[in-house]
């Protein structure tokens, strides 16, 4: 872990980013934005080639493997966004 954290690298961008207050709008703003037929297709497809180890982190958490899997849709688009 330490070796990781000192290959950090501070980016002010980054941090305006997330320290922007967020704007709520509805769900159904959002709806046609995250369930779209790609973004379906590729969360059954991270959550296949991923399943042992998201069993493995629902067991430890109680959180379901889908909702995990859901939420890395919505932050990262299967890691499309990083």
Request: charged share 20%.
């Amino acid at each position: 872990i330490e070796a990781g954290l000192a290959q950090a690298v501070y980016r002010q961008g980054s941090i305006a980013a997330i320290t922007r207050p967020a704007e709520p709008k509805p769900w159904q703003h959002y709806r046609p934005i995250f369930l779209t037929t790609a973004r379906i297709e590729k969360g059954r497809a991270f959550l296949a080639e991923h399943r042992e180890q998201l069993l493995k982190v629902q067991a430890a958490t109680g959180v379901p493997a889908e909702m995990i899997v859901a939420i890395i849709g919505v932050e990262t688009s299967y890691g499309d966004n990083t």
